[in-house]
């Protein structure tokens, strides 16, 4: 697997977490009232799922795609060294995509996370 592969697997894994997290924007019922808590429910499992994204990455990158020692030794370091960077990408990815999508839905449910 090569590290161009990294990104792009660490790219839809933030995409992924990004929908779910709209997903999970849109369960959550507006609240009436003077002081409702559905903005904050909705931002906080925006930065849940913020979390979860590089871990969850990480731990699928480093443990489950990962190329096996034994065949090339070589291949396995440079994945291996690759998999961090992928992971911050990923993250910074999710941020930036729920940036972008928080400001163009401002008086949707997503406007919320930001």
Same mark, same amino acid.
């Given at each position: $697997?090569?590290?161009?592969?990294?990104?792009?697997?660490?790219?839809?894994?933030?995409?992924?977490?990004?929908?779910?997290?709209?997903?999970?924007?849109?369960?959550?019922?507006?609240?009436?009232?003077?002081?409702?808590?559905?903005?904050?429910?909705?931002?906080?499992?925006?930065?849940?799922?913020?979390?979860?994204?590089?871990?969850?990455?990480?731990?699928?990158?480093?443990?489950?795609?990962?190329?096996?020692?034994?065949?090339?030794? $070589?291949?396995?370091?440079?994945? $291996?060294?690759?998999?961090?960077?992928?992971?911050?990408?990923?993250?910074?990815?999710?941020?930036?995509?729920?940036?972008?999508?928080?400001? $163009?839905?401002?008086?949707?449910?997503?406007?919320?996370?930001?």
């Amino acid at each position: $697997m090569t590290s161009i592969t990294n990104y792009i697997i660490s790219i839809i894994f933030a995409a992924t977490f990004i929908l779910i997290a709209a997903v999970i924007a849109n369960q959550i019922k507006f609240e009436g009232g003077a002081n409702p808590k559905d903005p904050s429910k909705r931002k906080m499992w925006f930065w849940i799922l913020a979390i979860l994204n590089p871990i969850t990455y990480f731990l699928v990158g480093g443990f489950v795609l990962v190329p096996n020692p034994e065949d090339d030794q $070589m291949v396995y370091d440079a994945y $291996m060294a690759v998999v961090p960077f992928a992971t911050a990408a990923g993250f910074v990815a999710y941020i930036l995509i729920g940036f972008v999508l928080s400001k $163009m839905f401002k008086n949707g449910k997503v406007g919320n996370w930001f």
